[in-house]
């Protein structure tokens, strides 16, 4: 089928002319028909829109154009990347209405690639969740097991990829938000070193700490994408103006001599024992591929999650400001005043998670606590950022688990706010320092639920990282593994 096909794998057959960009977008939208009311993974699907792109990259492959290598391949966006005529909710009441009036920076670069955009994907609420169960709209279910949730914030955007509901998407992560459910749903996932893509139409939710990624089949793939968003942005402040590499050039199916730090306190007893064993394995792959590994120490790691749960829910409260029921999206209908307007309309436009994590952060930011928690927690990601400095020194790459768990069951956690979080705790650490990170599948555990090992660089170090992850992948078949979902009485892969 060619919904099972990579992007790279398409490019060839729609320059070859085997295919259609159309007959593509054909196939996908009827496996979304067959298994999204499933899955769950769209808020908005935009058919009409792909078709008519589908036809202008089939006009540009007809007349023997050398097309970009994304031209005609069908891609899903995070509901949290603003999209010209396309509504944008954030997966929130509150912008339950919102189409916003441009494209992201991101987004004029893959239009100027030729995608095609599917739609747009289920997350937790502004991207604040590990499950996408805070989503005020739906819950997406994980391919591998329906009962399982995909990870969080971008489970969508990683669900629709696992099952063959798009070639590729887009998702966004500021603690984990497109490692972690890479891993749990068993596909490629990165987080870009922070300042490599342009944030600008990326809604904030901790614009410290934010960056768009991919999920894709394959790390191939996954070059690709980098190669078409990477880069610096006079709309973004924080875009840093470096070169960006042909990251196609660093899939090199090679470790030789190359060094992979393994730090021990990735590898607790709170990991999950399978998952611990899977990832070992995969270290042991790289071993005799070529690498030396090497046991290193990140003391700081302990402070990762606390720190993270200060800081990114301080700078959510100053970011969800701006909703207030004025200038754009829900509105309280006949308040008493304004005052009255403004808590209504965020009482009622917000979810569960979202305002607890505007108080949280509106805490740590007043008078008298701010010193004790959100100057404190900056020295603690000062101190975090210092022990990755010092481990670069040493090697090339870190190795660790994504996840601490496989998935879990859908409602599992909801409950308990700390247990949630606390599925960010391999993530958020590279997030404090800004470092470049990839998920790749790395075996199943005993239920079926999918296992992902992460990969950690310097800054700006993507090409080692995605040379390591290539490698892995060349000499594996864990990325060839397909959910088997059983829906409407028969299985479908």
Same mark, same amino acid.
């Given at each position: ?81 603003? $999209? !010209?005529? %396309? ?15 441009? =494209? &992201? +920076? ?109 999920? $894709? !089949?394959? %790390? ?15 709309? =973004? &402040? +924080? ?255």
């Amino acid at each position: 089928m060619l919904y099972e096909l990579t992007a790279h794998a398409l490019h060839e057959k729609l320059k070859a002319r085997e295919i259609t960009a159309v007959a593509l977008v054909e196939s996908l939208y009827a496996r979304i028909d067959a298994v999204e009311p499933h899955v769950k993974g769209y808020l908005t699907l935009t058919k009409d829109l792909a078709l008519e792109q589908a036809h202008a990259a089939d006009t540009g492959f007809q007349k023997g154009e050398d097309l970009p290598p994304l031209a005609g391949i069908p891609i899903a966006i995070k509901d949290v990347i603003c $999209t !010209k005529g %396309v509504r944008t909710t954030c997966a929130s009441k509150i912008l339950e209405t919102f189409v916003p009036p441009y =494209d &992201a +920076t991101v987004m004029r670069k893959l239009h100027e690639q030729g995608v095609v955009v599917l739609g747009k994907t289920n997350m937790d609420e502004f991207a604040m969740g590990s499950s996408t169960e805070n989503s005020a709209y739906q819950i997406t279910h994980n391919p591998w097991n329906l009962d399982t949730i995909p990870g969080g914030s971008s489970g969508g955007s990683a669900a629709v990829v696992a099952a063959d509901t798009a070639i590729c998407s887009l998702g966004s992560d500021t603690g984990g938000s497109i490692r972690q459910p890479a891993a749990l749903c068993g596909v490629v996932g990165m987080k870009p070193t922070y300042g490599r893509v342009s944030r600008y139409g990326l809604v904030a939710f901790a614009s410290s700490l934010d960056q768009i990624g991919p999920f $894709t !089949k394959d %790390v191939t793939d996954c070059a690709l994408l980098l190669n078409a968003i990477c880069g610096s942005d006079a709309m =973004d &402040a +924080t875009s840093v103006d470096v070169p960006v590499p042909d990251f196609t050039q660093s899939l090199i199916n090679d470790v030789e001599g190359m060094k992979i730090g393994i730090p021990k306190e990735y590898f607790t007893p709170a990991l999950d024992t399978e998952v611990a064993d899977r990832v070992h394995t995969a270290i042991a792959v790289l071993e005799q591929l070529g690498a030396t590994v090497e046991e290193i120490s990140l003391p700081y790691t302990e402070y990762a999650i606390a720190t993270y749960y200060i800081i990114a829910p301080a700078e959510a409260s100053a970011n969800l400001a701006r909703y207030d029921g004025v200038r754009y999206g829900y509105r309280q209908e006949n308040p008493e005043d304004l005052i009255n307007m403004y808590k209504k309309t965020r009482s009622k436009g917000f979810g569960e998670e979202v305002k607890r994590r505007i108080m949280l952060g509106t805490f740590a930011l007043s008078a008298g606590y701010q010193d004790a928690y959100y100057k404190k927690a900056q020295k603690a990601r000062t101190l975090i950022k210092s022990d990755f400095d010092a481990a670069f020194e040493q090697v090339d790459v870190i190795a660790t688990p994504t996840s601490p768990t496989p998935a879990f069951k859908i409602g599992e956690r909801t409950a308990d706010p700390l247990q949630m979080y606390l599925c960010d705790v391999m993530t958020t650490p590279a997030s404090h320092a800004g470092l470049p990170g990839i998920s790749v599948p790395c075996g199943l555990v005993q239920n079926g639920l999918p296992v992902g090992l992460q990969l950690l660089g310097a800054p700006f170090a993507e090409e080692k990282v995605l040379r390591v992850a290539y490698t892995f992948e060349q000499n594996t078949d864990h990325h060839l593994q397909k959910p088997q979902m059983h829906v409407n009485g028969a299985t479908s892969s």
